[in-house]
């Protein structure tokens, strides 16, 4: 079965940078996209960004784009997300997510399977 162990979440001040990691174990095909989604208090979950395992492609929203870069490091089984110039506003449980996809063009209407437990990302002002 597909486990998924977040780490390295904390605080941050903004302006900052922290970097999330993702492990990643169980999975029984080559092609599958690991993401991650983030839920602030009281406000909906919101799908952040994925990457094909297979081909390394890519996707964003608009609210981290150009700020948050997510990749893999295929010799640890890892999928990292380097959360730059941090705001306020990104503060949220930030979850790992993953499921067999081939392609992913919109996270918030893709189902996803597999959760981590979360990490929680504070970014003060």
């Known amino acids: 079965e597909v486990r998924l162990v977040e780490s390295g979440g904390g605080l941050v001040q903004a302006g900052g940078s922290l970097r999330l990691s993702c492990a990643a174990s169980?999975?029984?095909?080559?092609?599958?996209?690991i993401g991650w989604f983030r839920q602030a208090p009281g406000k909906e979950r919101e799908g952040i960004a994925c990457?094909?395992?297979?081909?390394?492609?890519?996707l964003y929203a608009d609210s981290v784009k150009g700020r948050f870069i997510i990749s893999n490091d295929n010799a640890k089984n890892t999928v990292v997300l380097q959360m730059n110039n941090a705001k306020p506003e990104d503060t949220a449980v930030y979850y790992c997510?993953?499921?067999?996809?081939?392609?992913?063009?919109?996270?918030?209407?893709?189902?996803?399977?597999?959760w981590g437990q979360g990490t929680q990302v504070t970014v003060s002002s």
């Open positions: 997510v993953a499921d067999y996809f081939l392609s992913v063009s919109d996270m918030r209407t893709t189902i996803w399977d597999y």
């Open positions: 990457i094909s395992s297979s081909d390394g492609r890519t």
């Open positions: 169980g999975f029984t095909s080559d092609n599958y996209y």
